[in-house]
């Protein structure tokens, strides 16, 4: 049995007079990727800046490899790391220097950093640019780098921040690649999204919050699967005016229509005399499972 | 005790790099230093120069605190850096002692025109102990004047926009390239307040300069400033459990 890498119970944290978080339980076991999902504002950022030590709990407690967040909080630091959102480089850096100088900071030796950065820095695909200045790298890659300097620690439990925001859709696949295969190195991770595509793809277990207090943990595919609809279609609101229930998703002049299986989009299909108002047709998924949650019906 | 060497290593070069890659910085301090000391030169003569050699060491530290230093950890707390090092095995007095030794280039740009000058005036070289040690001071309490504002800024700000001024208005005003002995008896003690005049006064009390008031009220003010900016960055500055 695998023991626990992150254990929160009741956590909470209030800034001045505002709860930032306000009722966070959830475990991450060790060698997994935890998916911390939910809206801006959620209290994903809080939850994490309060696991890695920065911010003092507020109510409840929480467990990082087994030690007290407050009482064992220098023991903590040197087995983690964590990347913060929207986190920036010193752009007189090179990316190599970037990682290099950051692990030497660790406490690695000049070798082990030298050897390490250079391993991150094909991983990442950023040999290109390895030894140009952070004034000449696109945004993508300076996030890059930035997720480089997190994931090069080697740390056993590392905290990323949205580590995939503003990056296109190729090198997010080439990141969640490389995610995946540190976890099944053995190395933990926690990382937040408001992207349920995201969760979905790379998330072992799944920790929805919204309004600060966590909604539910599960594995992403399990949280689909209570769906009691298959599919999702998309459809022009003026051809569909009749209908009114609570399968539908108003979105303006476009409606989400949800769909129990095959059978009922063939049915819903019928109704329609122009089926170019038919825009699209999907697989439900996990923002399917979560927009349900946050309106209360548990799965 | 070698991983914290490693780690004050780390922050230096990474919270220094800025001077090797733009080193214009370092040649535009070289060179006003030079060209204050040719202007003091040819208005006051050797006594200004004397003056200047003990001035450099000083504003040279209090630059280095208060503008240099503070900017670094005020852009870093902006950037997010100051969580990235908070949630690692970088503990505060590493992350200084880097982030100071990083920024030590440009304090050597106002000591080696100080160090020539000197030599050239052949200036007895007993005093430079106790100059260091003040010049250390002034960085510290220069350092904690500049984080003890920027940890209380609620907007977000352009730091250097602070810290320049400050340094202005610190250093040129009150009376550390001239003598204390130009301000009217009855301010002397308010202008000590300022904590660059009273470390000069210090400073020339070290260096056998006759000074213009008892060595004991710049002695206090120095002090008071030490524990004052003490207390007031302490409140604020955390690393980490904020």
Redesign the interface.
């Known amino acids: 049995m695998r023991n626990d890498a992150v254990r929160a119970v009741e956590l909470g944290r209030k800034y001045e007079e505002i709860w930032g978080l306000r009722n966070c339980t959830f475990t991450v076991k060790s060698g997994e990727m935890a998916v911390l999902v939910g809206p801006n504002g959620a209290g994903k950022t809080t939850t994490v800046?309060v696991l890695?030590?920065?911010?003092?709990p507020s109510k409840g407690k929480a467990e990082v490899l087994g030690m007290d967040i407050?009482k064992d909080?220098k023991k903590i630091?040197?087995r983690?790391?964590?990347?913060?959102?929207?986190?920036?480089?010193?752009l007189?850096?090179t990316p190599l220097?970037?990682i290099k100088?950051?692990?030497?900071?660790?406490?690695?030796?000049?070798a082990e950093a030298n050897l390490q950065s250079k391993k991150w820095i094909e991983l990442m695909g950023l040999s290109n640019c390895k030894d140009r200045?952070g004034w000449t790298l696109s945004g993508g890659e300076i996030r890059r780098v930035c997720v480089a300097?997190?994931l090069a620690?080697e740390a056993e439990l590392i905290?990323l921040d949205e580590p995939t925001a503003g990056l296109d859709v190729e090198t997010r696949h080439k990141t969640w690649k490389i995610l995946r295969e540190a976890v099944k190195e053995g190395v933990t991770i926690l990382l937040t999204t408001h992207d349920m595509t995201e969760a979905e793809t790379i998330a072992d277990t799944a920790i929805l919050i919204n309004e600060g207090n966590t909604l539910i943990q599960e594995t992403p595919q399990k949280l689909v699967k209570s769906l009691p609809y298959q599919y999702k279609i998309i459809v022009r609101k003026d051809e569909f005016k009749a209908l009114s229930s609570s399968d539908i998703i108003d979105l303006g002049d476009r409606l989400i229509l949800y769909a129990e299986d095959s059978k009922a989009v063939e049915t819903l299909l019928s109704q329609f005399n122009d089926l170019t108002n038919v825009l699209a047709i999907n697989k439900t998924g996990l923002e399917d499972a979560y927009l349900r949650l946050i309106h209360g019906i548990k799965p | 005790m070698r991983?914290?060497v490693?780690?004050i290593?780390?922050?230096a070069?990474?919270?220094g790099?800025?001077i090797?890659?733009?080193p214009l910085w370092i040649f535009q301090g070289f060179i006003m230093a030079c060209g204050f000391a040719v202007t003091l030169f040819f208005w006051g003569g050797n006594a200004a120069l004397r003056n200047l050699v003990i001035a450099y060491f000083i504003t040279g530290g209090w630059g280095l605190g208060l503008n240099t230093v503070a900017q670094i950890i005020g852009w870093n707390r902006v950037?997010?850096?100051y969580?990235?090092?908070?949630?690692?095995?970088?503990t505060l007095p590493t992350y200084f002692v880097?982030t100071i030794l990083g920024s030590m280039p440009l304090f050597i740009t106002s000591v080696i025109p100080a160090t020539i000058i000197a030599i050239i005036l052949e200036m007895d070289f007993s005093f430079i102990i106790p100059i260091i040690l003040l010049a250390a001071t002034s960085a510290v309490i220069g350092q904690f004047t500049s984080l003890s504002v920027i940890l209380r800024l609620k907007k977000p700000t352009n730091i250097s926009a602070i810290t320049n001024p400050l340094y202005v208005f610190t250093t040129i005003l009150p009376p550390v390239y001239y003598p204390l002995t130009f301000i009217s008896p009855i301010l002397r003690p308010f202008i000590l307040i300022v904590p660059t005049a009273s470390l000069m006064e210090l400073s020339r009390w070290f260096a056998g300069v006759p000074i213009a008031t008892n060595v004991v009220f710049p002695l206090i003010s120095t002090i008071s400033w030490l524990i004052l900016t003490t207390i007031l960055v302490a409140k604020k500055l955390r690393w980490?459990?904020?």
Do not use: H
């Open positions: 800046k890695t030590t920065i911010l003092k407050v909080f630091r040197k983690i790391a964590y990347l913060p959102q929207g986190c920036r480089i010193d007189n850096l220097e970037t100088w950051s692990l030497v900071a660790r406490g690695l030796s000049l200045t300097m997190a620690t905290f | 991983e914290k490693r780690q290593l780390g922050i070069v990474l919270n790099k800025f090797q890659r733009q950037q997010l850096l969580d990235f090092y908070v949630a690692s095995p970088v880097g980490g459990l904020e």
